[in-house]
């Protein structure tokens, strides 16, 4: 019913930047939340982001405050991850995903199997 679409992953050097987009589609979309997840190689995936899609409220790792934003544009069925200060260990496959169904007030926004949908992923590569 809603596929998802990330891009603007690529190669970065210590300190970049780079934004990541993740476009929607589907005959509607109304989701509960966006999130972004990263998985690197031998590692399990891990929450970096999410936002709430109709107020915008927002909440991201400890590991990422300060350098990563989340926003999104309703009218562009699209969420965006601004990433700055990017580090090495930063590299990863980053995931969109979004949450259409659960609104439980025991919602974390942070766990992956709160999710319903989600992206093919696209490669973040951080060279020091």
């Known amino acids: 019913q809603v596929q998802l679409v990330e891009s603007g992953g690529g190669l970065v050097q210590a300190g970049g930047s780079l934004r990541l987009s993740c476009a929607a589609s589907?005959?509607?979309?109304?989701?509960?939340?966006m999130g972004w997840f990263r998985q690197a190689p031998g590692k399990e995936r891990e929450f970096v982001a999410a936002?709430?899609?109709?107020?915008?409220?927002?909440y991201s790792a400890g590991s990422v405050k300060g350098r990563f934003t989340i926003s999104r544009d309703n009218a562009k069925n699209t969420v965006y991850l601004q990433m700055n200060s990017l580090k090495p260990e930063d590299t990863a496959v980053y995931y969109c995903?979004?949450?259409?169904?659960?609104?439980?007030?025991?919602?974390?926004?942070?766990?992956?199997?709160?999710?319903?949908?989600w992206g093919q992923g696209t490669q973040v590569t951080v060279s020091s």
């Open positions: 936002i709430r899609w109709t107020v915008g409220s927002t």
């Open positions: 995903a979004a949450e259409v169904d659960d609104i439980s007030s025991r919602f974390t926004l942070s766990k992956s199997y709160e999710y319903d949908y």
């Open positions: 589907g005959r509607t979309f109304s989701p509960n939340a």
